[in-house]
Each structure stands twice: as structure tokens, then as C-alpha cells.
């Protein structure tokens, strides 16, 4: 596995937009202005084309909701296959970054610790018992910030959970994701996050195999051991956990924490889903569509080939923007807020095609179907402290970094 990048790979990574220069460009903002709010500057994109590109991040973005469905239905030319992303370099090789049956292969593996029925037989009984202990701890509390007393324990001791780590503190899984995001989101190649990342990576291997080496083995129904009996080598399970603990951690725990702010900044829409139970799933798709958690995403062509009638070369970088397709106006109606009565309509938040989300029905479990409705039933009278302030960051990865709220106890 590479461990580092050498200033060639860098180099030749940051200059994939040299047969970009003919496109729409977005050349009047800093990294800082997508962080803070990406979300007008997707507007101006959809607006100026099907492929934009965004000079600050040296990528160039799909926006359109119906171009990245039609890319996914197509890995062949638009490839998940990708040695010099960050994901790779900073990961291992893993079932995210390859293609075909590759890709079938290491997915299969992980699939059944993650399938509807695991989630609902296995997972469920045990995310309450975490949700509850958590509860307990927070209810007498009266106030607290949700982002850390509330969805940061929820979010990593579930994931601890599902992927089987023994003898583990949320708080190193939370260390360890944030590093993960951190290094693959690195678009300008700092070198900080780059090293945080790698060092997490050595640290996540060592959990792994320390679960891996445990009598007996790791738990039959969690992602090593589903890896595991599937026969999966060594060095693949490390790049595979390392994907879970990036993937797994800061997206339910940003998607409860963006649920919690769309439903509490709205009193009607708050007495709505608490008078329908029955509406929590839709609750849980339209945060997910409101602030997406996993914003952007790459493929790379293996050929020339046209999007929305731009024709892009061969070896061409391009980031899929689901963020931004997930607030298409032609799509959803005054998009930009955050809507319970909105229609049933499809979101891109857990991407499409092969490389689906394969945790996306263990996370629907734990936010929209446990600690979504117990947060309301057990913290009452549940209010934020102000709902106008509520710092909300990021662009490859999104969600409030803080939600300060109060309970009556
Ligand atoms: C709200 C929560 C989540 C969101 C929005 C989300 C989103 C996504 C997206 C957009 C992808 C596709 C990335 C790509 O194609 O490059 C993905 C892939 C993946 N996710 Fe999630 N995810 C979530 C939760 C989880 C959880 C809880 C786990 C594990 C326990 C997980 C494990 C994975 C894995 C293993 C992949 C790679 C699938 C493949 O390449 O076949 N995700 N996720």
C-alpha cells in the first residue's frame, strides 16, 4: 500500500483540469466560501452547464440531478477506479475505488452485515440499548450540545458495534473518522491532514486485527466478521474497515444532527412528525436530500465521453455533486428548505448504481428509526437554544458542527 504521496502523483492529481480550461469556471471563490455554505455557488454551476469547473478545488463538478444518473448506470466509461485519490492513497486499496467484479467481489463480502434483515434482526435491539444508555446519561441534563453529548456517542458506539472493534471509546473511532475525512476531502493536499490520516489508518489497522486475532474471531453478524468468513485477505479487510470507519461515523451522526435542525427550527413541521410516527422515514430522506452528508464524490473516465453534451476526454477527473443535485428546483419545489409534506421523490444522498451505500440501511435504522424518535420522546419539550445561529460547515462532507439545545426535565 502506498503510504505517501510523491510530489509527482500530486502534481500530476492537481493538474487533471488542464483539458478543462474550455469549460463554465467558478473562479471567484476560495475553498472558504464552499465550506461555509456551497449551496449558491452549486446554484450558479447548475445554471452554467452540465461539467463547472470550480477553480478552487481544481476539480470540475456534475450538478445536474439527471447527468449523475446516468453516469452511475455507466461504471464502464465513468470509473469508481481511481489509484491517485485520497481515498486510495490514504485508505489502501478498498471496495469504494474499484470497479467490475473487483468491486462485486469485496461488496458481497461486506453486504450481509449490512442488508436490510441483519439491520433489522441484529442491529436494531442493540442501536436501542446505545440509543437508551446515551439517553440516560443526557436526560437529567436538561440542556447540552447535541452535536457531542447526543449524535457523536450515538454515531460511534453503533459503528463500533456494526464493524466488530473490540474494547474500543467512541471517542477514538470519532478521532479516526474525522482524520479519515479530513485526508480524503484534502483537495489542496495539505500535508497535516495528509499525516493525521495515515497515522489514524495504522491505528485503525491495528483495532481490526486485534478483533480479527480475538478467540474466536470477530462477531459473526458485524462487517469483519462477514469480511472475514467471506475469505477476504488481510490486506483488503484493512482498506474495507478504514472505508466503514470514514463512511460510517461522521454521516449518521451529521444526518441525525441536520434532521434535528430541520425539524426543530419549525414548530409545525416539529408537531407533524411528532403526531405521525409514520412519518420518520420520509423525515430521515429529506435530511439526508436538505444537507447531504457525503456532498461530492469522484469517477474518472476511461474514455471520451459526453455529459449533457460536453464531451470530456479519456483519464478526465470529474466530482459527481450530489449535494447539488439534491437541490435541483426542476426537481424539488423551494429546495432549499427543509420540507416534511415534500412528494416521495428519489435523492441521490446515498449515491446510485454499483457503489450504492452499503451501510445506507443501518443508518436509516439507527437515525430515522431509533435515535430520531426516542430523542423526542425521552428529551421533552425539546427546543433548540437558537435555531438562527446553528453553525452549519462543510462541502465534500456536511452537518452542523454544533446544536445546542434544552429539555424540560
Ligand atoms: C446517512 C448516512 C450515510 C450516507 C449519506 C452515506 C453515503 C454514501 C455514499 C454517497 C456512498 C457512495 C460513494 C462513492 O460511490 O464514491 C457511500 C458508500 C459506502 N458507504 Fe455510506 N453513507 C452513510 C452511512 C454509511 C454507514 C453507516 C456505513 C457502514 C456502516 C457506510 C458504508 C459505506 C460503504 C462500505 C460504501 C462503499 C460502497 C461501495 O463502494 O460499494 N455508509 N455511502
Redesign the pocket.
Known amino acids: 500500500m502506498p503510504t505517501e504521496y510523491s510530489s509527482l502523483q500530486e502534481k500530476k492529481f492537481m493538474h487533471q483540469d488542464d483539458w478543462a480550461d474550455g469549460l463554465p469556471a467558478i473562479d471567484d471563490i476560495i475553498m472558504g466560501d464552499l465550506m461555509e455554505d456551497p449551496y449558491p455557488i452549486y446554484a450558479r454551476a447548475r445554471e452554467m452547464g452540465s461539467v463547472v469547473r470550480i477553480a478552487a478545488t481544481g476539480l470540475c463538478l456534475v450538478t445536474h440531478f439527471d447527468d449523475i444518473i446516468a453516469i452511475?448506470r455507466d461504471p464502464e466509461t465513468f470509473s469508481?477506479r481511481i489509484p491517485e485519490s485520497n481515498?486510495v492513497q490514504l485508505f489502501g486499496a478498498?471496495?469504494?475505488?474499484?470497479d467490475g467484479h473487483d468491486?462485486r467481489r469485496?461488496?458481497q463480502a461486506?453486504d450481509p452485515?449490512?442488508r436490510p434483515g441483519t439491520a433489522k434482526r441484529c442491529w436494531a435491539p442493540r442501536l436501542e440499548a446505545i440509543v437508551d444508555d446515551i439517553l440516560n446519561e443526557v436526560e437529567p441534563l436538561g440542556q447540552a450540545d447535541l452535536f457531542s453529548a447526543v449524535a457523536e456517542p450515538i454515531?460511534g458506539r453503533?459503528?463500533i458495534e456494526?464493524?466488530g472493534f473490540v474494547d474500543l471509546e467512541w471517542q477514538t473511532i470519532a478521532r479516526w473518522s474525522q482524520a479519515m475525512m479530513d485526508g480524503s476531502s484534502n483537495y489542496s493536499q495539505d500535508s497535516e491532514p495528509r499525516l493525521r490520516a495515515l497515522a489514524a489508518g495504522r491505528e485503525i489497522e491495528r483495532a481490526v486485527d486485534l478483533s480479527l486475532n480475538q478467540a474466536g474471531g470477530p462477531p459473526e453478524d458485524s462487517?469483519l466478521g462477514s469480511m472475514s468468513r467471506a475469505g477476504l485477505s488481510r490486506e483488503e479487510i484493512h482498506g474495507?474497515a478504514k472505508?466503514?470507519v470514514g463512511?460510517?461515523?461522521n454521516?449518521?451522526r451529521?444526518?441525525l444532527l441536520s434532521l434535528l435542525l430541520g425539524v426543530l427550527s419549525d414548530p409545525v413541521q416539529r408537531d407533524r412528525l411528532l403526531s405521525d410516527p409514520a412519518l420518520w422515514p420520509a423525515a430521515?430522506d429529506e435530511a439526508?436530500r436538505w444537507i447531504?452528508?457525503?456532498g461530492m464524490?469522484?469517477?474518472k473516465l476511461t474514455r471520451d465521453a459526453s455529459i449533457g453534451g460536453v464531451t470530456l476526454p479519456r483519464g478526465a477527473l470529474i466530482g459527481?455533486s450530489?449535494a447539488a443535485a439534491n437541490r435541483e428546483p426542476e426537481r424539488f419545489v423551494d429546495p432549499d428548505r427543509f420540507d416534511l409534506s415534500r412528494p416521495k421523490v428519489k435523492n441521490?444522498?446515498?449515491?446510485s448504481?454499483?457503489?450504492?451505500?452499503?451501510?445506507?440501511w443501518?443508518?436509516?435504522t439507527?437515525?430515522g428509526g431509533i435515535a430520531g424518535p426516542r430523542i423526542f420522546s425521552r428529551l421533552s419539550a425539546l427546543r433548540l437554544v437558537d435555531s438562527e445561529t446553528v453553525p452549519v460547515r462543510g462541502w465534500v462532507f456536511r452537518g452542523p458542527t454544533s446544536l445546542p439545545a434544552q429539555w424540560t426535565v
Request: with cysteine; hydrophobic share 50%; aromatic share 8%.
Open positions: 452511475e469508481s481515498v478498498n471496495l469504494m475505488r474499484k468491486h469485496e461488496r461486506i452485515a449490512l454515531a453503533a459503528l456494526v464493524i462487517i474495507n472505508v466503514a463512511g460510517g461515523f454521516e449518521p451529521d444526518s430521515f439526508v447531504s452528508p457525503i464524490y469522484p469517477r459527481l450530489v441521490l444522498a446515498f449515491g448504481g454499483p457503489h450504492f451505500c452499503a451501510g445506507s443501518v443508518a436509516r439507527l437515525v
